[in-house]
């Protein structure tokens, strides 16, 4: 048990449509974070929360991405027309003070 | 730009040998240094976490870091198939908030 679920596991859309993800930490951890990785690849950052603030976003996250966790507990990732390139595995990771980051299962999508 | 360099493998090493992975990063100012490992078709698991030089052994793995040579490895002892995963090398710029810049992983194929 990583103590973070993500929602849905797996997601098949057609390019051009909107997605959302959601990841719910089950315990309380005040980062929150979002990868995304490709075959491969290591997995590469998009985005950090402490709490409710987003306190870093990668240069590389388009504006067709948007993050948010509203009240501090669980965050949605929303991809908005999505492109072929945007297909991937997309990870959350979670920490509480200064322990290292654990990654949920992730949410793997694909853009027909 | 960070990078983290791994040589991506496969590396292939024999049951019951210690299986040496090594990482090499270019901020010099990355102060927290972490080894996931990653099995086909699922999300990285935290295996070790390092943040001053030397040594930190933790049951069969043990964590090198050396700042001033820009350097992390990872030792397996005793290598068992099950080790066989991708390892991925990642390291953070501050005390472990920040988001982590990753290698593109090692392949190991321990060898029954």
């Known amino acids: 048990d990583t103590g973070v679920s993500q929602d849905p596991r797996h997601k098949i859309t057609k390019r051009g449509q909107n997605v959302t993800f959601r990841c719910d930490p089950i315990s309380e951890h005040n980062r929150l974070y979002w990868y995304r990785q490709t075959l491969g690849q290591g997995p590469e950052f998009l985005t950090y929360?402490?709490?409710?603030?987003?306190?870093?976003k990668s240069r590389l996250l388009s504006n067709r991405f948007s993050a948010e966790r509203p009240k501090g507990s669980f965050s949605t990732l929303e991809i908005q027309r999505t492109e072929q390139g945007d297909s991937a595995m997309y990870l959350c990771?979670?920490?509480?003070?200064?322990?290292?980051?654990?990654f949920g299962d992730g949410t793997r999508l694909s853009i027909l | 730009q960070k990078e983290v360099e791994q040589n991506s493998g496969p590396l292939s090493v024999p049951e019951g040998a210690i299986a040496s992975l090594n990482c090499t990063y270019s901020d010099r100012v990355s102060q927290s240094f972490f080894w996931y490992r990653q099995y086909s078709g699922k999300s990285p698991e935290l295996i070790m976490s390092i943040y001053s030089n030397g040594d930190k052994e933790d049951g069969r793995f043990t964590a090198q870091l050396n700042k001033a040579s820009q350097y992390v490895s990872l030792l397996i002892r005793d290598s068992q198939p099950s080790d066989s995963a991708t390892y991925l090398c990642?390291?953070?710029?501050?005390?472990?908030?920040?988001?982590?810049?990753f290698g593109k992983g090692t392949h190991l194929i321990i060898q029954p």
């Open positions: 990642a390291v953070g710029a501050g005390g472990g908030a920040d988001g982590l810049t």
């Open positions: 929360f402490q709490n409710e603030a987003q306190l870093e």
């Open positions: 990771a979670i920490a509480a003070g200064t322990q290292p980051q654990h």
